[in-house]
């Protein structure tokens, strides 16, 4: 199974090149045959933080952050989502994207295919399987993946970026009752043996990169602990055995949405393969999507876990993490406004010497005005305050304020 991700990346190579001209044809003429594209173009001028991004190895919880705060311009990520279609109820999402930050230039994120059976009844069913992200995050339901309503992502949809994803099959089922739906969905995904890891040795972060499926994420070195890893894998397999999630959502035609998940990838936590090690995770997360008064929209998630390594002969580590979000946005004519405050925490629970917990809050203010159709501006402040004990080992102290001022071109197509 640990090869999985791997083949889907080099079918897509494969296939790529004579996909684009056939299925334009096949569009154009309404077949049922075919496929659909779609793209983003992400081009970013931030005023990065002073404290070094855990990108390059840091302590610092946004996607730049340097010595130096001079303005820097980027290429943020260019993204290609194909759509294909093999027959009425067959289809596929495939998202590639294009990001100096990854390990590869172009690299897949999402890959898989879905069946969705024509339903004359009020009964609805999907079936899909691939390589795809957890239904956990209500910001995330933009393009390739992105945020609507800011540049940077909540803390707890960061981490589900980072290391939630696996590769395996998803059912839901979705039945409209009333004015109401209500679907229930459950998986089993292998490739997520890893997550956790990123959240005990550098703790919540709040950015917009998304990692590609063989990506390695850095992650900071407390001077006390000199012998751990520098990197950790993203979609590792350690013990063969996967893991699960279930989810439940109701929704109503006024726009408001109630989402629960439970979360476990199983992993056995003495498990290794080669350098990297199996953490057992597991949580629940809770979201809710509420329209308020004057067109404004209210959205709120929390997730609670905890994830736990065993090292035989030598120690348990464990820590439990906790995150919220209250989220506002308003939208009028060709503009937005979004206003966003964070809540996190780690708490290392084990009896190493070393103290991993951390806590910290964050708050968020963007606003997007659209040029055309397709093409937007972005502007965003963010503040992020935050203590983590093994920081003050590498740095002069063990609590830090992250500003970092973004401004962002979007064009989609």
């Known amino acids: 199974m640990a090869c999985i991700k791997n083949w889907v990346r080099h079918l897509i190579w494969l296939v790529l090149p004579g996909m684009l001209p056939v299925g334009a044809a096949m569009s154009a003429e309404e077949s049922k045959w075919g496929f659909d594209y779609a793209g983003l173009l992400d081009l970013r001028l931030a005023k990065p933080s002073r404290e070094t991004s855990w990108l390059e190895g840091g302590f610092g919880k946004v996607r730049y952050g340097a010595d130096s705060s001079d303005p820097t311009f980027r290429f943020s990520e260019t993204s290609l989502i194909l759509m294909p279609r093999y027959g009425w109820d067959l289809s596929g999402y495939f998202h590639l994207k294009a990001d100096s930050d990854q390990d590869q230039l172009v690299d897949l994120i999402e890959g898989y295919v879905s069946y969705k059976p024509v339903s004359t009844t009020e009964n609805r069913y999907r079936l899909r399987a691939g390589i795809f992200y957890p239904p956990i995050s209500l910001e995330n339901t933009a393009i390739a993946w992105t945020s609507p309503y800011s540049i940077t992502t909540s803390a707890i949809n960061t981490w589900v970026g980072e290391e939630t994803r696996g590769y395996g099959i998803e059912g839901s089922w979705q039945r409209e009752v009333g004015e109401n739906k209500i679907s229930l969905t459950g998986a089993v995904l292998w490739g997520t043996d890893k997550a956790g890891t990123v959240l005990y040795r550098r703790g919540w972060a709040l950015h917009d990169y998304r990692p590609a499926i063989n990506d390695d994420l850095p992650v900071p070195l407390p001077a006390s602990a000199p012998y751990l890893a520098t990197t950790s894998r993203s979609m590792v397999e350690t013990d063969h055995r996967p893991g699960y999630y279930l989810s439940f959502e109701w929704k109503d035609l006024d726009g408001k949405q109630l989402r629960l998940m439970y979360y476990d990838n199983q992993t056995d936590p003495s498990s290794v393969n080669g350098a990297e090690n199996g953490w057992l995770t597991r949580f629940v997360s809770a979201g809710l999507q509420l329209p308020l008064a004057y067109d404004i929209e209210l959205i709120s998630q929390y997730m609670n876990g905890y994830t736990l390594l065993d090292v035989p002969g030598f120690a348990e580590l464990k820590t439990d993490f906790d995150s919220a979000f209250v989220l506002l946005t308003k939208k009028w ?5 979004t206003g966003r405050v964070d809540w996190f925490e780690v708490e290392d629970v084990d009896h190493v010497a070393s103290d991993f917990s951390e806590d910290g809050w964050s708050t968020m203010l963007a606003g997007c005005r659209d040029i055309f159709k397709s093409q937007s501006l972005w502007l965003e402040l963010l503040y992020i305050s935050s203590r983590r004990p093994t920081r003050a080992t ?18 989609e197509f």
């Open 333 to 337: 004519e060709k503009y937005r406004l």
């Open 394 to 411: 590498a740095t002069e102290g063990d609590r830090w304020d992250d500003v970092i001022l973004q401004a962002s071109y979007r064009l």
